[in-house]
Structures are given as structure tokens and as C-alpha cells.
């Protein structure tokens, strides 16, 4: 079943859905009738089966009946936010897309001495919206109850005003080196909240990360194996999915 989010706190049993995005996809693209059931989420994460009683076409607009369901939370229990040097933009997309899905809250991009793309005044505002609109539809395909936010930075250095409570920056050097257990030990702490850096396909510069070591990030190894820029902040929330829901406590 579709899910889709709503702007409205949800306070009533029947809704009238004017959302011209969310009437365009369930009654023009999949043609959704009366009867057929959705679900939809509120700035409030409450989840709601919402059957379908009126569509009016003309009017752009359809009704449903609404019922709060408490079914089990999707979000990790642990916030994440996963920092990014600017790639391509097909990599940008797919890391905004997968790292959605994976259940990262927060998404960075930024610019560093390595970055293979520099994005200019004029045009970031465009960028995030569309990185936004696909953390979105993300989103919804995997039945969250929350919308990662992007976020972009002109720096490296503006990312200190991220911090979370456990800060790291992946750095191949590290894995290179053979060190394999401070991200284990990290998160055997049970932080609530983790903020984890990745360079571009070039990496990062010593200097850089000189900078966040100094600003409290811890340099980790992500296993043996070197990896592309995209694939290593998807095999760091991999990690917390298993370490956080999969692992039996």
C-alpha cells in the first residue's frame, strides 16, 4: 500500500486530502476509487489507514476515513546523520535515496579539498529541493514516519556545528592500517545519536582530517576493504541496522 506524508497534525476521523502531489500519484497515476485504502503519516509520526470515501476530480481533491494505527516504529533508534563530500550527481541521488531508506535522519553534503564537484551560490537552493523531494519519496516507499532533511555546506569546517554525540569520520588510512575496532567500540557505548563523515572518491586531505580529529571526530576503519565514496556511508547504516534492530537483546 502507498504511504504518503501529510503537512496537517491529523485530529479527526475523516480528512479531506487537497495535496495536489499526493492527488496527482494515488487518483490520476494509480487510480486509486472509493474503497481503496492508503497510508498516511503526519508532521506528528502517527501512522493512519485511510480509506478512500470520495474523490472529486474536478475539485482536485478526495476524502477519507481515517483510522490511527500502532504498528511498530520504522526509524532507527538511534539518530543519524551521515556527512558527505560533494560526488556526481547521479552518486549524490542514490546516496540521498539509499541513505533514506537505510534510515539515516540527517543528510550533509559539503565541500572539501578533494571534491570532485563544487555547486555555485546560484544554484544550491535548486540542489537541496530536489535532493529534499527524493528523501521523500524515498520515504515514503520504505514507510517511514520521518523525512530525512539535506542539508548543504559551503565547508568542511562548518560541519563541528553538527555534532552529535558520537562523532567519526571514515577514513581509508585507518583501514589501510589494519584498525578494525573502534567502530564496534563506539557503538557498544549505546550512543543516541552519531555523526559519521565521508570523503569524495579522492578522499580527504591529511590536513582534513587534522581538523576533525581536533574538533572531537574519531578517525574508523569500515573493515579491510577500500571503498567508493557511495558505498561506505551505506555499509555504516548497515551496520546500525544490525547492531540496533537485528541483533537479539
Known amino acids: 500500500m502507498e504511504q504518503y506524508f501529510v503537512k496537517q497534525a491529523i485530529t479527526t476521523n475523516n480528512l479531506t486530502i487537497e495535496d495536489q502531489e499526493i492527488f496527482r500519484h494515488a487518483i490520476k497515476v494509480l487510480r486509486h476509487k472509493n474503497g481503496d485504502v492508503i497510508y498516511l503519516v503526519d508532521p506528528t509520526e502517527k501512522l493512519f489507514k485511510a480509506t478512500i470515501t470520495n474523490v472529486a476530480v474536478e475539485e482536485k ?106 562523532n567519526l569520520v571514515a577514513y581509508e588510512e585507518s583501514a589501510k592500517q589494519g584498525e578494525i575496532s573502534l567502530l564496534a567500540q563506539t557503538l557498544n557505548k549505546n550512543p543516541k545519536s552519531t555523526l559519521c563523515a565521508f570523503g569524495p572518491e579522492g578522499g580527504f586531505a591529511p590536513d582534513e582530517i587534522d581538523y576533525l580529529n581536533q574538533n572531537d571526530f574519531l578517525s574508523v576503519g569500515l573493515g579491510p576493504r577500500i571503498m567508493r565514496a557511495e558505498t561506505a556511508p551505506m555499509y555504516f547504516l548497515s551496520v546500525l541496522s544490525y547492531k540496533y534492530e537485528l541483533t537479539v537483546k
Do not use: H
Open 61 to 166: 481533491q478526495f476524502q477519507v476515513d481515517l483510522e490511527l494505527l500502532d504498528w511498530a516504529s520504522t526509524e532507527l533508534p538511534i539518530d543519524v546523520t551521515v556527512a558527505c563530500s560533494l560526488s556526481k550527481k547521479d552518486k549524490i541521488e542514490w546516496i540521498t535515496q539509499k541513505s533514506t531508506e537505510l534510515g539515516a535522519k540527517t543528510i550533509i553534503f559539503f565541500s572539501s579539498k578533494y571534491s570532485i564537484m563544487n555547486w555555485k551560490k546560484n544554484v544550491v537552493e535548486k540542489k537541496v529541493a530536489r535532493l529534499q523531494e527524493i528523501a521523500k519519496n524515498a520515504a515514503q516507499q520504505s514507510k517511514r514516519r520521518v523525512i530525512p532533511e539535506v542539508i548543504y555546506l559551503n565547508s568542511l569546517k562548518d560541519l563541528v556545528d553538527y555534532k552529535t554525540e558520537a
